[in-house]
């Protein structure tokens, strides 16, 4: 196990993500010291905070819903934090199906007002977590299916030269506050040639997969039965094959693993990628447990956190 390895969580600040708009903010300090408080032993050494609405930005206040937290507790939050041993970093979500968040500036996606909010929020966060090392910026599930599944009102979604040429301004945002982008990987599975052409390598990347297996060849025979019976389409072994792909590429990634679906998941993600990729480029791993931050969600979030540490202890 390598001394600097990235073992990261994920944990909600604003829940504006989805076709929701919740009216408060959906959680609760109690529940989140609760969980935090339980990341050094587990062995945790990095929260990804999914900011959303969650703080009162004075760039653009007329994002905050009653209950986001003013930058000042923000920041004496984060202090906190680093005195537990967590490294902060910020998430704000750029994908067109997760950035309900950004209220009515959501329906103007790739125009100059639209630009001028991302930065604006970008360069304050940054300045916020006093100039993280990272900053990831979503990107997922940007995409038609995604959005006709999830029931939204209003489908926006970009493609081609338009989604690189904003993708690029805001990574470049990050890099003009010294802060290095991160990304889910989505856009490999569509886009694989425009993605290893495109992407620089400075971005850090992380694959999401979340099922048990990382058997490629059963995975595609699982995905040929589902078709035989007119069910939808898996891409599961695409998913477990792009860990492979990216690697061969040369992309540093940290792999993302959950709880969601199998408790199965995150301890085999470990054993496949310390296996199959390279040591150099694997920089750590990453429990998304997609849980809220509410008392009712704390079982989620232990049984996450164990999972978390028994699969990096084990390796």
Request: aromatic share 12%.
């Amino acid at each position: 196990m390598k001394k600097d390895e990235i073992k990261a969580y994920m944990i909600y600040l604003g829940t504006r993500m989805w076709t929701r708009a919740p009216e408060r903010l959906e959680s609760e300090y109690p529940a989140w010291e609760k969980i935090t408080q339980q990341l050094p032993a587990a062995g945790l050494n990095m929260l990804v905070i999914d900011l959303g609405e969650g703080v009162q930005y004075k760039s653009h206040p007329e994002l905050a819903v009653p209950g986001s937290w003013t930058p000042e507790k923000l920041r004496e939050e984060l202090k906190r934090l680093r005195g537990l041993g967590i490294e902060p970093i910020p998430k704000l979500n750029f994908s067109t199906t997760h950035d309900l968040w950004l209220g009515e500036y959501e329906r103007m996606v790739s125009t100059k007002p639209y630009y001028n909010v991302c930065t604006d929020l970008i360069k304050e966060v940054c300045d916020l977590f006093d100039g993280p090392r990272f900053f990831h910026l979503g990107f997922d599930e940007e995409g038609e299916r995604h959005q006709e599944v999830k029931g939204y009102d209003m489908m926006i979604l970009r493609q081609g030269e338009l989604w690189w040429h904003d993708f690029l301004l805001l990574s470049g945002a990050v890099e003009k506050c010294g802060a290095r982008s991160w990304i889910w990987s989505d856009k490999y599975w569509t886009d694989p040639q425009e993605f290893l052409k495109l992407m620089p390598k400075s971005v850090m990347q992380s694959v999401w997969y979340y099922d048990a297996s990382f058997d490629i060849e059963e995975l595609k025979t699982h995905e040929q039965e589902e078709l035989a019976k007119e069910r939808r389409r898996l891409v599961n072994w695409k998913r477990v094959q792009s860990f492979l792909d990216l690697d061969k590429a040369g992309f540093e990634q940290v792999p993302c693993g959950s709880n969601w679906a199998c408790a199965e998941n995150f301890g085999n993600l470990v054993k496949f990628c310390r296996a199959n990729l390279t040591p150099s480029l694997l920089k750590g791993f990453f429990m998304a447990p997609w849980k809220s931050t509410l008392p009712k969600a704390l079982p989620g979030h232990e049984a996450a956190i164990g999972i978390a540490k028994a699969a990096l202890e084990g390796v």
